[in-house]
């Protein structure tokens, strides 16, 4: 991998790599871009199998929460962590997070933690002993603690705006969706929708998530048959690029009109949203659809947490995607591109102001 050429692609600021041998941690943290404040985003917890996977994995989802915050209106630019998960390390989780803690001290705000895949606000309480650069905890005086029910409630009304797009009514009543991933949001999203009268098929890697999902009254169904079965939507809740070029045939063939879904970094490659527009597809924009859990968190920095501001902002995810429909429809372009060009409009004005001479800029982190 040509480090530099790949942060040159996308214009991304700083790639830390963080090791420590006591506690085997291996951590790289990616700031994207910090043109509308300091970078936040979660730390993902997960087994890579080279390297480079999760360089990339980092890299991509950096750069996805730059796109999530402007697009969302937040004071916050994009960055993303990826702890390499070594299932042999017999390290206590306390000894590896409060490791990853103090690299992120020393970052000194220009990047700020969160929860994702792998971690809670257990692992952010950990974070929370060495930096205050952490949001989503359980113990900070002013948090907002788990994100995920934030994140599950967007994504519920952004597939309710993308369900009226495609079927004519936003009503879930009725209408067969999988779920891909029922773990933090894909669990809330599935009761969600069984409560609106929905059936959910529900598939996961692991025997916990399924047999949760099943007692919640989900169908279930096998990670490699989920597309065999005939469904209205498709939920993706687990890890990125799931819209690829092997699963758009079967989604195809699934009849599967929307894609709404928690996931980060759906799209395998950018053609992937072109191709859903040409088979006539609905497409949420992952990170307009599943921005509610920073939502919440970027509500911490003001103040202190306020449940029902934080609310209103994520219930606002509804117009978004209808925003983004029409700006897709207006300009003739797929709703991936539509999203960007709303996201990347903010960035270009604010990056103006920001030749302006300030001796100490304020920002999000110190009101
Ligand atoms: N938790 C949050 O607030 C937010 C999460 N997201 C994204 O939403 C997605 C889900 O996040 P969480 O629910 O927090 O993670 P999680 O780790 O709690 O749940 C993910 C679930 O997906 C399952 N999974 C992984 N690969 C799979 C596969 N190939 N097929 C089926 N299941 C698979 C895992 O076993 C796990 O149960 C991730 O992409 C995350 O980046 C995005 C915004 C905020
Ligand atoms: O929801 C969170 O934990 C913080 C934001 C984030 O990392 C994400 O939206 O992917």
Redesign the pocket.
Known sequence: MEIFKSMGEYDYEQLVFMQDEETGLKAITCIHDTTLGPSLG?T?YWTYEKEEDAIEDAMR?ARGMTY?AAASGLPLGGGKTVIIKDPANQVSQEALFRAFGRFVEGLNGRYIT???????TVEMDYIYQETNYVA?TGLKPGTSG???P???HGVYVGMKAAAKKAFGTDSLEGKTIII????????LLAEAALEEGAKVCA????N??IERARDLGCDIVD?NEMFEMQADIYA?????A?INDDSLEKIKKAGIKVIA?????QLAEPRHGDKLEEMGLVYAP?YIL?????I?VADEFNGGYNAARARMSVDRIYDQIEKVFKIAERDGIPTYKAADALAEERIKAIRNTRSIFTQNGKSIINR
């Open positions: 979660g993902r989802l999530k969160a929860a994702d895949v792998g971690t809670t989503g788990n994100p995920s934030s994140t599950a891909e991933g029922v773990g933090k949001v894909g669990y598939t996961d890697l692991f916990g998530p990670a993706p809740c687990a890890l990125g799931s879904g928690a996931a980060n970094n992952d599943n921005a509610g859990g920073l919440q």
